[in-house]
Nanobody
């Protein structure tokens, strides 16, 4: 198993940037493909980005492509999400998640382990 703890959320103005981190402990971090999801009030949890075990492959939701960058440091057991040019519609609780699948799934049901989430609020 792996335990995940997100940090780095906060309040930012539209056009600003934030960097989220997800610290992993337990089973070897590099054994998992990782993803970021988000959930706004009254909405379903949606896929944001995913990264392969090695970090060499990534995929993004169309809504964040070109603005967000997912990365990982396997030596530090940490996943990141750099968020630039933030918009009010990016406001949500952001979750990191881990999966044993080799591919980088976009469905939340494919991820076995989840963090507790960190709030991101973008003001207009």
């Amino acid at each position: 198993q792996v335990q995940l703890v997100e940090s780095g959320g906060g309040l930012v103005q539209a056009g600003g940037s934030l960097r989220l981190s997800c610290a992993a402990s337990g089973r070897t971090f590099s054994s998992y493909a990782m993803g970021w999801f988000r959930q706004a009030p009254g909405e379903e949890r949606e896929f944001v980005a995913a990264i392969s075990r090695s970090g060499l492959s990534t995929r993004y939701a169309d809504s964040v492509k070109g603005r967000f960058t997912i990365s990982r440091d396997n030596a530090k057991n940490t996943l990141y999400l750099q968020m630039n040019i933030l918009k009010p519609e990016d406001t949500a609780v952001y979750y990191c998640a881990a999966t044993n699948q080799i591919l980088m799934p976009t469905m939340r049901t494919a991820y076995e382990y989840w963090g507790q989430g960190t709030q991101v609020t973008v003001s207009s």
